[in-house]
């Protein structure tokens, strides 16, 4: 308290407080703290990403996302067209394939 202050005026602030009464808790406040404390504690053990998942607004956004990419790959598989076919193909085996020789084929004349 500072200096200037007299004895007078501390009996007046001390007498103010004398009509206060002690703060209570609201009715069950405590049994409603613990089951909340309980209640993290049986959460705890899904995860972070279950916990994320029971907020609706996350849940129901992450599903729109899912159905969106599902269309959205139905819809290119459905618009796409098919290649056309050539007829290149056995022209293209003929060029690579390997002509295979049997040893008696290669040896020089025997008698």
Known sequence: MSPEM???EQEEIL???QGMKRAA???????RLRA???QELTHADSGWFARLLTKPALSIGLA????????????????KSTPPKSDSAPI???????????VYDET????
């Open 36 to 38: 909340r404390m309980e």
């Open 108 to 111: 020089p004349g025997e008698p």
């Open 64 to 79: 729109a996302f899912i159905v969106l990419l599902n269309i959205t790959t139905i819809m290119e598989m459905w618009n």
């Open 6 to 8: 007299n004895n007078k």
């Open 92 to 102: 293209v085996v003929a060029d690579y394939t390997i002509a295979t020789y049997t």
């Open 15 to 17: 007498n103010s407080l």
């Open 25 to 31: 808790a609201p009715e069950f406040f405590y049994a």
